[in-house]
């Protein structure tokens, strides 16, 4: 956006604004967070810090702008609530869906929270970065981001007086990015301005067994992603207690039976089925067309250490013409056919990729 089109939508964004300002405390706040917002739609650099945000707004200081963000005793949860009320009169539809990613944002230097030297997709490689986690939230009626956390590694956690020196708060403790991805899940629930029960991730949240039981506990429907090498059972499999052999402790932990089928890995599954077993579906329209894969969905059993566990569905999905095959998993409600409600057009597949691709550019700090 440049000055032009700002100035054309001025109006809009000072209504939009002042739902917000009196959230930010001194009048001194509520006029800088307003150059701020005026500053992250029309600066055009890639690094939006202050310094660089500063440059874009006439009257705005670098310095003004970080004690902002830094100083000011503004407190986050109130504003986050504030933008799903007003994000929730506007998208809320019952069938909402709601979107676990992150991102990872390159940094320089060792102060800014949380940066250190991990996975960082924007860099497809490690390397120096911060990383986000987010919420968004899709429906019928449009899709935004609703809700953040910012992850703290351990070499952050455990050096309280690196993060005492940053100044991050002494409460916050050592949470895994599904855990952040959870406590927002919970957060939005409890709010009450964005229905839904659909929750969808890639396989860093799918590959985490707990949170795959909470979500299932906590009543919501997921999608998940799981790596290749996910182990589940194709079929119901008997598990026994072995017999006592009259030495040492009687067996007490039930294993599988000496003629049970051993879990595979959910790309054996896939490698295993015949081209019929394969059914074209759109999910989604893109900027080259609609977006169509080949799906299976196959009812499994997860596999927990070596034996059976619940019972949900395996959705594979591959691209049309390619060898590779993306894996997913469905954990659907009783009566959910398995591939309609999360592979179709509309769906949170769908969905998710539209997500994706309006990913924010902008850092968490």
């Known amino acids: 956006m440049d000055q032009g089109e700002l100035d054309r939508v001025a109006a809009s964004l000072a209504a939009f604004h002042a739902q917000f300002a009196p ?45 902002l963000l830094t100083e000011a005793p503004w407190p986050t949860e109130p504003v986050i609530d504030r933008l799903q009320a007003y994000l929730g009169a506007r998208l809320n539809t019952p069938e909402g869906i709601f979107v676990l990613d992150e991102s990872g944002f390159p940094k320089q230097g060792k102060k800014s929270v949380g940066v250190t030297r991990q996975y960082c997709g924007a860099l497809g490689k490690v390397g120096n970065c911060q990383l986000g986690v987010f919420l968004a939230y899709v429906s019928t009626r449009g899709h935004a981001l609703v809700d953040k956390r910012l992850y703290l590694p351990p070499p952050w ?25 959870r406590a927002m899940l919970r957060q939005a629930r409890a709010a009450g301005h964005l229905q839904g029960h659909w929750v969808t991730g890639d396989d860093a949240y799918g590959k985490v067994p707990t949170l795959r039981d909470a979500l299932d506990a906590e009543g919501w429907t997921y999608v998940l992603d799981v790596p290749q090498t996910t182990p589940v059972f194709t079929q119901p499999t008997e598990v026994v207690v072995p017999p006592w052999s009259g030495r040492g402790r009687k067996p007490t932990t039930p294993r599988l039976a000496p003629d049970a089928a051993p879990p595979q890995s959910v790309q054996a599954v896939a490698d295993g089925l015949p081209v019929t077993a394969w059914h074209a579906l759109t999910v989604a329209e893109g900027a080259q067309g ?14 927990r250490d070596g034996r059976p566990g619940r019972a949900c569905w395996l959705l594979l999905r591959r691209n049309l013409g390619w060898e590779r095959t993306a894996l997913l998993s469905l954990q659907c409600a009783a009566g959910y056919p398995a591939a309609h409600p999360g592979s179709g057009r509309g769906g949170p597949l769908g969905h998710r990729d539209r997500v994706r691709d309006g990913q924010r550019r902008d850092g968490p700090g």
Not at 157 to 181: I, Y
């Open 23 to 67: 959230l930010f405390g001194r009048k001194e706040a509520q006029r800088r967070s307003e150059q701020y917002v005026r500053g992250l739609l029309v600066q055009q650099t890639d690094r939006r810090n202050a310094e660089n945000v500063a440059e874009t707004i006439e009257g705005a200081t670098p310095r003004a702008l970080q004690r």
């Open 157 to 181: 956690t455990d050096d309280p007086a690196r993060c005492r020196a940053a100044g991050v708060p002494e409460q916050v403790g050592s949470q895994s990015t599904a855990d952040l991805g």
């Open 290 to 303: 609609p977006r169509t894969y080949q799906f299976v969905a196959l009812r499994v059993w997860e596999s």
